[in-house]
């Protein structure tokens, strides 16, 4: 019903800057809050960054200042500007988005992710 397509990885040195976008489609009503995870080898998923509906961002205080999300609601996208990345940068990123349907029902979706690869 609603797929997320993830754009804008790659590799990058360090102190270099990347910038993903994820694309929303399908039978959707409304997106409310978008965010970013990231998953780097051998480590759980953790929340990079979100930002609401309403354009209330949070953020990971690893990329605090860094980082910047937004989105455009007439595109249903949302993007990630990342900005004097590191090493430890490296993983996948995946977008995520909860999303209300034409059919009034709500629900989680993630893209497949996009791989961010920072060398030193």
């Known amino acids: 019903q609603v797929q997320l397509v993830e754009s804008g990885g790659g590799l990058v040195q360090a102190g270099g800057s990347l910038r993903l976008s994820c694309a929303a489609s399908?039978?959707?009503?409304?997106?409310?809050?978008m965010s970013w995870y990231r998953q780097a080898p051998g480590k759980e998923r953790e929340l990079v960054a979100l930002i609401s509906g309403g354009g209330i961002t949070n953020y990971a205080d690893s990329v605090k200042g860094r980082f910047t999300i937004s989105r455009d609601n007439a595109e249903n996208t949302v993007y990630l500007q990342m900005d004097s990345l590191k090493p430890e940068d490296t993983a996948v990123y995946y977008c995520?988005?909860?999303?209300?349907?034409?059919?009034?029902?709500?629900?989680?979706?993630w893209g497949k992710g996009t791989l961010v690869t920072v060398s030193s």
């Open positions: 399908g039978s959707i009503s409304r997106i409310n809050t």
């Open positions: 995520n988005a909860y999303v209300t349907t034409i059919d009034y029902i709500g629900n989680t979706y």
